[in-house]
């Protein structure tokens, strides 16, 4: 620990790689969006010594922002991971009962960047572009990284670039770049813990397509356990140059939830 320490305070960067919250922010069709509104403010209430507090409500989606997405979040064929009925073990409109998002322990491991569009030699992949097993091999092989069992893989599109333009984002109509199936088989055989994508979903989205199938998320989350995180804002880690790194997210435990909003940090 004294080690870990001295390295940080020896000058590792620490990298937020979450997107700030806000009500203006890109949000999945498919999820609540984001709001909140002041209940208290300064002056409504002033106590004896004349001090005063404010606080907020906030609504939004376990599935919004930069977010975990929990193994009870997909399933296929009515199971979920390890062969779970998932009709068994949820409740109407309550909470699931298995492989919530608060079974997810806090996660500290090696995570290793795989910037696929600095491999392909392009800042941002092109809309709708699939990210392959070879692009994840060859984005490895430029860093000098071998990704092992339990690591965190932080899949950069450079898509998170626009982040600010959600209708471009979101690519409902050109589509948005992101791993498909043969990308999600090289992680799952590597063992790995955690993957994170800097788009909305962790697929390929050809244009025109929505998120009508989600074969990388059954792959990942049903047949293999591997967690996801969505909307990973991977800019500054990149430009960095950042290939292997400390990495950290712990999802908020809503019992029984399939998701949940992150902050992840990456220390380097």
Same mark, same amino acid.
């Given at each position: 620990m004294g080690g870990r320490l001295a390295a940080l305070a020896s000058g590792a960067r620490i990298f937020d790689l979450?997107?700030?919250? @806000?009500? %203006?922010?890109?949000?999945?069709?498919?999820?609540?969006?984001?709001?909140?509104?002041?209940?208290?403010? +300064?002056?409504?209430?002033?106590?004896?010594?004349?001090?005063?507090? *404010?606080?907020?409500m906030i609504v939004m989606g376990g599935h919004t922002g %930069?977010?975990?997405?929990?193994?009870?979040?997909?399933?296929?064929?009515?199971?979920?991971?390890?062969?779970i009925d998932a009709a068994s073990v949820q409740s109407e409109g309550s909470r699931f009962t298995r492989l919530g998002v608060e079974t997810v322990e806090p996660i500290v491991c090696r995570g290793v960047l795989l910037d696929v569009a600095a491999a392909r030699g392009v800042e941002v992949l092109?809309?709708?572009?699939?990210?392959?097993?070879?692009?994840?091999? *060859?984005?490895?092989?430029?860093?000098?990284?071998e990704v092992r069992a339990g690591d965190a893989v932080l899949v950069r599109?450079?898509?998170?670039?626009?982040?600010?333009?959600?209708?471009?984002?979101?690519? +409902?109509d050109s589509g948005v770049p992101g791993p498909? @199936?043969?990308?999600?088989?090289?992680?799952?055989?590597?063992?790995?813990?955690? %993957?994170?994508?800097?788009?909305?979903?962790?697929?390929?989205l050809p244009p025109g397509s929505g998120h009508r199938l989600l074969p990388v998320h059954r792959i990942l989350l049903v047949e293999a356990g591997i967690f996801i995180i969505e909307n990973a804002n991977l800019e500054e880690l990149a430009s960095a140059g950042v290939a292997e790194c400390l990495f950290s997210v712990s999802p908020l435990p809503f019992v029984g939830g399939t998701g949940s909003p992150v902050r992840p940090v990456a220390v380097a």
């Open positions: 979450g997107h700030p919250l @806000e009500p %203006t922010m890109p949000v999945s069709p498919n999820h609540p969006g984001y709001r909140m509104a002041l209940l208290r403010r +300064h002056g409504d209430m002033v106590r004896p010594d004349g001090g005063s507090a *404010a606080n907020e %930069t977010h975990f997405d929990a193994l009870c979040h997909v399933s296929h064929r009515g199971k979920l991971h390890g062969g092109p809309p709708g572009e699939p990210i392959t097993a070879d692009d994840l091999a *060859a984005a490895s092989e430029r860093a000098g990284v599109s450079g898509w998170a670039r626009y982040w600010g333009d959600p209708p471009r984002y979101i690519g +409902h498909e @199936e043969s990308a999600a088989r090289w992680l799952a055989s590597r063992g790995i813990r955690v %993957t994170a994508h800097d788009s909305m979903a962790y697929e390929h």
